[in-house]
């Protein structure tokens, strides 16, 4: 399921605070639970799924998209359950699937229940209206759809000018919460900033000029900024102040940080099929032959500037030993770890390892057929 969900842009262009497969789990036990005993959720369980849904309602997203992803995480639940079982247990299931698909639509009106009271609680709140009239707005621009009279109602409520060129902007809280990231937002939109919350980042459009010292006084800021650009290049352009964002969170930085810092990292993340490919081309012979410890080898030597003393001292083993590994290595993978071109391409490959999941999530586009 969790694979899945990877597929929906409405669950990964929301970054939860906290594990995303224990969410799912979470939901897929209380489900579970609730098919065997015939026991609804509690007010305990509910007070705690409450607490999930308002995430989404703080940081401002779309109601619909929320209720989405938890319709088709009931299909997708039906389907692992089909997967899962047995033969004669999947006749079973496919026998009585009203009573299974009653007790999912039951779990789904719960949930449609309390996300309206969820987002109930945070309709009224200054902040959260700024937030979706911005994210509004933002999404227009970036589509080049033409400047109509509630767009120039919103940029007028939030007080940005609608003039272009204008400067995008990423900026994450390291270690927040999201209610921290909606806070940041709005002292952004109350200096004439348009910005909005997307989870745990804040995303974005500054006039020419803006002054980001006072925010970047606090230590936890990342902040990423693109020179002024034209309408047409927003999207791209935020997509990879997106991924610079992530991959900089992921090395420790802080405070403003440029894309000449990280040059390799956002090659990889322009590309991220070719990314891919270069990673089942230096560890896909490895997974296949099962050689876990090979791979692990492999990883250490390119992390280590393919010194084979530090590898083996890191890892640790001894000396000879990595070298013995090291021509097993170059006999399955058919790779030379002599050559530059094949050190430059494992070299890539473990960096894109490290760094695709965070990437991926944080740049993934709207599918316009979902």
Same mark, same amino acid.
């Given at each position: ?11 990964? $262009? ?51 998209? $929320? ?42 009106? =719960? ?15 200054? $902040? ?33 000018? =609608?003039?272009?060129?204008? #400067? ?32 745990? #980042? ?38 990879? =102040? ?60 390119? =992390? ?56 991926? $999530? ?9």
């Amino acid at each position: 399921m969790a694979t899945g969900f990877d597929q929906l842009t409405a669950y990964t $262009s929301f970054e939860w605070p906290v594990d995303r497969t224990a969410v799912v789990r979470w939901n897929v036990e209380l489900l579970l639970r609730w098919m065997i005993n015939g026991s609804p959720p509690d007010d305990y369980v509910r007070a705690e799924l409450h607490e999930f849904l308002r995430a989404r309602a703080v940081a401002g997203q779309p109601i619909e998209d $929320s209720i989405l992803v938890y319709r088709r995480g009931a299909r997708m639940f039906w389907e692992a359950l089909l997967d899962l079982a047995a033969d004669e247990d999947r006749a079973v299931l496919l026998t009585e699937w009203d009573t299974v698909w009653s007790c999912a639509e039951d779990y789904l009106d =719960l949930v449609v229940d309390v996300f309206a009271q969820a987002y109930a609680d945070q309709q009224d709140a200054p $902040s959260t209206a700024g937030d979706r009239r911005a994210r509004a707005l933002f999404d227009r621009l970036c589509a080049r759809l033409p400047v109509t009279i509630e767009d120039r109602d919103r940029a007028a409520r939030l007080g940005f000018d =609608l003039v272009g060129p204008y #400067r995008p902007f990423t900026a994450r809280l390291v270690g927040a919460s999201i209610g921290s990231h909606a806070d940041l937002a709005a002292r952004l939109r109350a200096t004439g900033v348009l910005a909005f919350t997307e989870g745990l #980042r804040v995303t974005g459009l500054t006039p020419e000029g803006f002054g980001w010292a006072p925010f970047l006084e606090d230590a936890r800021l990342i902040l990423a900024q693109d020179p002024p650009v034209t309408r047409g290049l927003l999207g791209a352009a935020v997509d990879g =102040l997106r991924a610079l964002v992530a991959i900089a969170a992921r090395s420790g930085r802080r405070g403003r940080v440029h894309a000449d810092e990280y040059l390799p990292e956002l090659l990889l993340a322009d590309s991220p099929g070719v990314s891919d490919r270069m990673v089942r081309r230096v560890f896909g012979p490895l997974e296949r032959a099962e050689a876990v410890d090979l791979a692990d080898t492999l990883r250490s030597l390119a =992390l280590h500037g393919f010194d084979s003393t530090a590898a083996a001292a890191a890892l640790p083993v001894h000396r000879n030993t990595l070298l013995y590994r090291l021509g097993r290595i170059e006999k399955i993978t058919g790779l030379s770890l002599r050559d530059q071109r094949d050190r430059t391409l494992v070299l890539l490959a473990v960096t894109w390892e490290k760094l695709a999941a965070d990437v991926q $999530s944080a740049t993934r586009r709207p599918d316009p057929f979902e």
